[in-house]
């Protein structure tokens, strides 16, 4: 079992940046790929991008490619998603996910989630 919990959201003004956390439990979450995904009002679940077990591959959706980098620290369970030059539509719950069994950008491979961690960029 892995338990995560985002962290770090909050209320930002556009082209700035942001640093999420996604603070995992569990002994075996350093063999588990981590995807972050984000949901905007009205909208469905998206992927923002994703990341492997050991850090070694990365991939990320067109809209936040250049922009944000996903790493993570397996010592410290945990997983970043830092976010430059935010935008207004990137304004979203956002949420991380582990699967043992899968990386990439379908939701539905994942099968842990967190709670969310909203962030809202104005204008």
């Known amino acids: 079992q892995v338990q995560l919990v985002e962290s770090g959201g909050g209320l930002v003004q556009a082209g700035a940046s942001l640093t999420l956390a996604c603070a995992a439990s569990?002994?075996?979450?350093?063999?588990?790929?981590v995807g972050w995904f984000r949901q905007a009002p009205g909208k469905e679940r998206e992927a923002v991008g994703s990341?492997?077990?050991?850090?070694?591959?990365?991939f990320y959706v067109d809209s936040v490619e250049g922009r944000f980098t996903i790493s993570r620290d397996n010592a410290k369970n945990t997983v970043y998603l830092q976010m430059n030059s935010l935008k207004p539509e990137d304004t979203a719950v956002y949420y991380c996910?582990?699967?043992?069994?899968?990386?990439?950008?379908?939701?539905?491979?994942?099968?842990?989630w967190g709670q969310g961690t909203q962030v809202t960029v104005s204008s």
């Open positions: 569990g002994r075996t979450f350093s063999s588990h790929a």
């Open positions: 996910a582990a699967s043992r069994t899968y990386w990439g950008s379908r939701s539905s491979g994942y099968d842990y």
């Open positions: 990341i492997t077990w050991s850090g070694g591959n990365t």
